[in-house]
């Protein structure tokens, strides 16, 4: 079960700034452990793309960003492309279950 | 190059059971924790478990604890997925990936392979 929250759909027109949220709870983001984002392009594997809350994997681009604060996590998305048309996913750990969480999903839309 | 791919994948009837093989290359694979991680037709990314380098844990999700096994051969490079009492909930493509992190609780996962299909249908 998902105890990661996301919207579960944003939307920006091409150059502009979309952020996706990720709520979690004293369990997971709150209990200080990291949050990683993944991108799935449609029929392919998922993408790590932010690691240990802010860190970029090579080859990543900079328009990629992410930070946490509280029981909380954020993806940003600067200069939106049409290639950023995906879906994203954030991952983290949970105490309380012992075992690794991942978010509900949000479907990146470029207009 | 790190290279994951997945095998095992069938259709099978509920009840049944099912060993998933991920043969790792590129990377020494002894080193790193390995997980895996389903998906549903249609749904999102469900964390299902994962082993540590050494063979330790495992954990599990609750969904799948007690009926499924992880276990890894370091000397072959290859990650199983034992899958006992197939439930038509378990109907998911199944990823394996190479877990990134220094401790347990901070695991990220980096490279994944393309997935083998498992469906749970009578």
């Known amino acids: 079960q998902s105890v990661l929250t996301q919207p579960p759909s944003v939307s920006g027109a091409p150059g502009q700034r979309v952020t996706i949220s990720c709520t979690g709870s004293a369990s997971t983001i709150g209990a200080g452990h990291d949050v990683h984002w993944y991108r799935q392009l449609p029929g392919v594997a998922p993408k790590l793309i932010i690691y240990?809350?802010?860190n970029r994997p090579s080859g990543v681009p900079d328009r990629f960003s992410g930070s946490k604060s509280d029981t909380s996590a954020s993806l940003a998305i600067t200069g939106l492309q049409a290639e950023d048309e995906a879906d994203y996913y954030c991952q983290s750990y949970d105490s309380g279950l012992r075992g690794y969480v991942f978010g509900t999903g949000t479907k990146v839309t470029v207009l | 190059e790190v290279q994951l791919l997945e095998s095992g994948g069938d259709l099978l009837q509920p009840g049944g059971s099912l060993r998933l093989s991920c043969a790792a290359s590129g990377f020494p694979f002894s080193d790193f924790a390995m997980t895996w991680v389903r998906q549903a037709p249609g749904k999102g990314l469900e964390w299902v478990s994962l082993?540590?380098?050494?063979?330790?844990?495992?954990y599990y999700a609750d969904s799948v604890k007690g009926r499924f096994t992880i276990s890894r051969d370091n000397s072959k490079n290859t990650l199983y997925l034992q899958m006992n009492s197939l439930k038509p909930e378990d109907t998911a493509l199944y990823y394996c990936?190479?877990?990134?992190?220094?401790?347990?609780?901070?695991?990220?996962?980096?490279?994944w392979g393309p997935g083998t299909l498992v469906t749970v249908s009578s």
């Open positions: 240990g809350s802010t």
């Open positions: 082993i540590t380098r050494s063979g330790g844990g495992p």
């Open positions: 990936a190479k877990g990134k992190g220094m401790l347990v609780e901070n695991y990220c996962f980096d490279y």
